[in-house]
T-cell receptor
Framework: ETGVTQSPTHLIKTRGQQVTLRCSSQSGHNTVSWYQQALGQGPQFIFQ???????GRGNFPPRFSGLQFPNYSSELNVNALELDDSALYLCASRPGTGGTDTQYFGPGTRLTVL | QQQVKQSPQSLIVQKGGISIINCAYE??????FPWYQQFPGKGPALLIA?????SEKKEGRFTISFNKSAKQFSLHIMDSQPGDSATYFC?????????????FGSGTQLTVLP
C-alpha cells in the first residue's frame, strides 16, 4: 500500500455537470499530481501542486482545476463534463520537489460521464 | 519529443519464462525512468526505476536494461509467475521548473500462463 487514498471509488455523472474528486497523500508528501487514465491507455499528466500552488500543467483545458490543502489532502475539480472525461483519475504524491522522484499512486476514482 | 513508445502491446509467457518489454524515448532531458505495474481496478505501483548514468539495475526477478545512446530501455522479468499477470507501464520524467511530470508509455498487458 502506498498510503495514498482517493474518494469516491466510482462516480457517475451526466454531461455538463461538475465533479470533485478527492485525494489524501502520505504525511510529509507536499507534492501531489493528478493523472487521467483512459481505458487501455497510460496515465496522462493533468497538473501538479506543491505547497498549495499549481506548479506544472499538462495539456488539459482550464475546466480542470485543483486545490491542495495543508493537511496533505487535495481535490480535482472538473466543470462542464464531457463524454471524453470518462476515465480513471489518479493522484500521486511524493515528498517534495527535491529528493526522490518516485511518485506514489492512489487506487484512483473511476468517473463515468453519460 | 514528450512521447515514450512501448512495445509489445500484449505479451503471453509460460510460467518460468522471461518477459521482456521495451520502451524508447526521444527527449534527452529525461533523467529518471520508472516502471509501474498495474492490476485491474488498482493504481500503478512502482516496480523499479533507473537513472541514465547506469546501464542496468536489478531488483529480485526484475531487471532494467538502459541504453542511453539508443534512447531505449527495457524491463526483464525472470522466472515469470502467474501473479505477474498485469499491465506494465514504462515512464520517463524530467525536471520542469519545480515540477516533475511522468510521461507514460501505452502499456503492455502481460499474461503468464500456469
Amino acid at each position: 500500500e502506498t498510503g495514498v487514498t482517493q474518494s469516491p471509488t466510482h462516480l457517475i455523472k451526466t454531461r455538463g455537470q461538475q465533479v470533485t474528486l478527492r485525494c489524501s497523500s502520505q504525511s510529509g508528501h507536499n507534492t501531489v499530481s493528478w493523472y487521467q487514465q483512459a481505458l487501455g491507455q497510460g496515465p496522462q499528466f493533468i497538473f501538479q501542486y506543491y505547497r498549495e500552488e499549481e506548479n506544472g500543467r499538462g495539456n488539459f483545458p482550464p475546466r480542470f482545476s485543483g486545490l491542495q490543502f495543508p493537511n496533505y489532502s487535495s481535490e480535482l475539480n472538473v466543470n462542464a463534463l464531457e463524454l471524453d472525461d470518462s476515465a480513471l483519475y489518479l493522484c500521486a504524491s511524493r515528498p517534495g520537489t527535491g529528493g526522490t522522484d518516485t511518485q506514489y499512486f492512489g487506487p484512483g476514482t473511476r468517473l463515468t460521464v453519460l | 519529443q514528450q512521447q515514450v513508445k512501448q512495445s509489445p502491446q500484449s505479451l503471453i509467457v509460460q510460467k518460468g519464462g522471461i518477459s521482456i518489454i521495451n520502451c524508447a524515448y526521444e527527449n534527452t532531458a529525461f533523467d529518471y525512468f520508472p516502471w509501474y505495474q498495474q492490476f485491474p481496478g488498482k493504481g500503478p505501483a512502482l516496480l523499479i526505476a533507473i537513472r541514465p548514468d547506469v546501464s542496468e539495475k536489478k531488483e529480485g526477478r526484475f531487471t532494467i536494461s538502459f541504453n542511453k545512446s539508443a534512447k531505449q530501455f527495457s524491463l526483464h522479468i525472470m522466472d515469470s509467475q502467474p501473479g505477474d499477470s498485469a499491465t506494465y507501464f514504462c515512464a520517463a520524467t524530467r525536471p520542469s521548473g519545480s515540477a516533475r511530470q511522468l510521461t507514460f508509455g501505452s502499456g503492455t498487458q502481460l499474461t503468464v500462463l500456469p
